[in-house]
């Protein structure tokens, strides 16, 4: 399993920022998709953003615009930069990989899926 361990949460004020980072191992394979999900005190945990396979990215419908993931492959970290928060981005922010996912576009927001899974970081986001 890849090791994962996520950092940057945090409390902020609707309208501020956040970046989370996810470092995982320098020996993880390139094919390796990787993910942002979050869960809510209560609900399920959903699919935030994750990466192709030609590098372009995806998130949930919700998020677009405000949410941007990219990966540094020369520092082995997976980041997700947070704008214009809002009271109901509170959750604990996950990290996962999986070996294989497919249909990608289809399956990614799939947790079951994944098989490797950081801790979770907090971000509050109060009014």
């Known amino acids: 399993d890849v090791q994962l361990v996520e950092s940057g949460g945090g409390s902020v004020q609707a309208g501020g920022s956040l970046r989370l980072s996810c470092a995982f191992d320098?020996?993880?394979?390139?094919?390796?998709?990787m993910a942002w999900f979050r869960q809510a005190p209560g609900k399920e945990r959903e699919g935030v953003a994750s990466l192709a396979s030609d590098g372009s990215s995806i998130y949930a419908n919700s998020l677009k615009g405000r949410f941007s993931i990219s990966k540094d492959n020369a520092r082995n970290w997976l980041d997700l930069q947070m704008n214009n928060l809002r009271p109901e981005d509170t959750a604990t922010y996950y990290c996962a990989s999986s070996p294989a996912i497919s249909p990608f576009h289809i399956a990614w927001t799939d947790s079951r899926r994944y098989t490797s899974w950081g801790q979770g970081t907090q971000v509050t986001v109060s009014q």
């Open positions: 320098a020996y993880t394979p390139a094919n390796v998709r």
